[in-house]
């Protein structure tokens, strides 16, 4: 069974100023990917970004970028120049399991 | 040209009275996820089905069942809701099995 976590409940950033959202996992299986959604008020589910367990490289999405630290078992987004758009929930998920979130709010 | 499609998009029930939420999709993908989503909380998987192969969460209440008639179509069934199913219903389907969720825009339940 695969099991994530996220231990920010709630994150502030300056409009402009990068922010790293923390996810880290847990999973026997060898072959696995993890998934960066964002959630805004509105409810819908939005995919920003994916990280394969045997990527050699860490994938980035235009302002998204995943620092994927395997031995560790993290996987954290790192959003930079943040913009007000930004705000919402940002939920880690593997294999259709998703962490508890952290609601990211940028300030003007 | 939606892929993931929930209907209806807002439901009120009342206490007791059996509700069907509805999920469709033109993916042709084998998988489909339900999950329920209750305010500010992350998605709970309720259960998932790989063709018509059905898998249910191990806390997933008796009180929630499904039906796959067809590849295209998902339903989910609760039988006698409660005020504590009030929650987000979030259909998503999987085709490959490292690819995104596709998620439909959710149904709104709420339960009076």
């Known amino acids: 069974a695969q099991k994530i976590t996220q231990t920010q409940p709630g994150m502030f950033v300056q409009e402009k100023e990068a922010v790293t959202l923390d996810c880290t996992y847990d999973?026997?299986?060898?072959?696995?990917?993890l998934f960066w959604y964002k959630q805004p008020s509105s409810g819908e589910m939005i995919f920003l970004i994916y990280?394969?367990?045997?990527?050699?490289q860490n994938a980035t999405e235009g302002r998204y970028s995943l620092n994927f630290q395997k031995a560790r078992k993290s996987a954290n987004l790192v959003i930079s120049a943040s913009q007000l758009g930004d705000s919402a929930m940002y939920f880690c998920a593997m294999r259709g399991v998703f962490g508890t979130g952290t609601s990211l709010t940028v300030i003007p | 040209d939606a892929m993931v499609i929930q209907n209806p998009r807002y439901q009120v029930t009342q206490f007791g009275k059996p509700v069907t939420l509805s999920c469709s999709q033109t993916?042709?993908?084998?998988?489909m996820y339900w999950y329920q989503q209750k305010s500010s909380q992350a998605p709970k998987l309720l259960f998932h089905y790989y063709d018509k192969d059905f898998n249910n969460e191990a806390d997933t209440p008796d009180n929630f069942q499904s039906r796959r008639p067809n590849t295209s179509f998902c339903f989910l069934d609760i039988r006698s809701p409660g005020l504590g199913d009030t929650a987000m219903y979030l259909c998503a389907t999987l085709g490959l099995i490292n690819s995104p969720l596709h998620f439909g825009n959710g149904t709104r339940l709420t339960v009076t």
């Open positions: 993916l042709n993908h084998n998988v």
């Open positions: 999973t026997s299986d060898p072959s696995y990917g």
């Open positions: 990280q394969g367990s045997y990527d050699q």
